[in-house]
């Protein structure tokens, strides 16, 4: 069964580093690709960046310069990091896997609060 | 960046009527995706490859459309449709969504 669980911390303080895990189950991070989608509270999804199956990422430009995606094969796990951040990256930060035609399964998401 | 706009934004549609959303692009897709959101949930896929239903999305759903204009159709809304619609390119990254169409029962 596949599962893809967000955790991480519901409150930063602005300028502070967001980090996030998603944990997964079901698949191997080295057979699928993973990205990150976040969404603010009543707004609409932005792709975030990926991890390739091989290692790579590729990144939304407009984050880019804060960001980072990384993983642990051996935990099944995929982090993400994003610096400096402010009040308008909170939101709903989930991990999706890719399918072969789109992003299959999502995790449940962790709602991530940026204020002092 | 492949902007997406959606609309409307919101509508209401009663049970048995037709509802018809629109997706436009800024520049030309090979492809439009679309994704179900109900409230506090995550996003679910819904179309893909323009007019594919997603594993049990029942059948009066359907997409259509090429290059820069797409639609998304519902023959017959049904209590369960009522939801938020996002269109989806993965043709370029970044890879973008609409803003979104709430589609509330009527």
């Known amino acids: 069964q596949v599962r893809l669980k967000e955790s991480g911390p519901r409150l930063v303080q602005p300028s502070q580093t967001l980090s996030v895990t998603c944990t997964v189950s079901?698949?191997?991070?080295?057979?699928?690709?993973v990205s990150w989608v976040r969404q603010p509270p009543g707004k609409g999804l932005e792709w975030v960046g990926a991890i390739w199956k091989g290692g790579s990422t590729d990144y939304n430009s407009a984050l880019k310069s804060r960001l980072s995606i990384s993983r642990d094969t051996s935990k099944n796990q995929v982090f993400l990091k994003m610096n400096s951040l402010q009040t308008d990256d909170t939101g709903t930060y989930y991990c999706?896997?890719?399918?072969?035609?789109?992003?299959?399964?999502w995790g449940q998401g962790v709602m991530v609060t940026v204020s002092s | 960046e492949i902007v997406l706009t959606q609309s409307p934004t919101t509508m209401a549609a009663s049970p048995g009527e037709k509802v018809t959303i629109t997706c436009r692009a800024s520049?030309?897709?090979?492809?439009m995706y679309w994704y179900q959101q109900k409230s506090g949930a995550s996003p679910k896929p819904w179309i893909y490859?323009?007019?594919k239903l997603a594993s049990g999305v029942p059948d009066r759903f359907s997409g259509s459309g090429s290059g820069t204009s797409y639609s998304f159709t519902i023959s017959s809304m049904e209590t369960e449709d009522a939801a938020t619609y996002y269109c989806?390119?993965?043709?370029?990254?970044?890879?973008?969504f609409g803003g979104g169409t709430k589609l509330e029962l009527k």
């Open positions: 999706a896997k890719h399918g072969p035609h789109y992003f299959d399964y």
């Open positions: 490859e323009t007019s």
């Open positions: 989806h390119q993965w043709s370029s990254t970044p890879w973008t």
């Open positions: 079901g698949f191997s991070v080295t057979s699928y690709h």
């Open positions: 520049s030309s897709v090979s492809y």
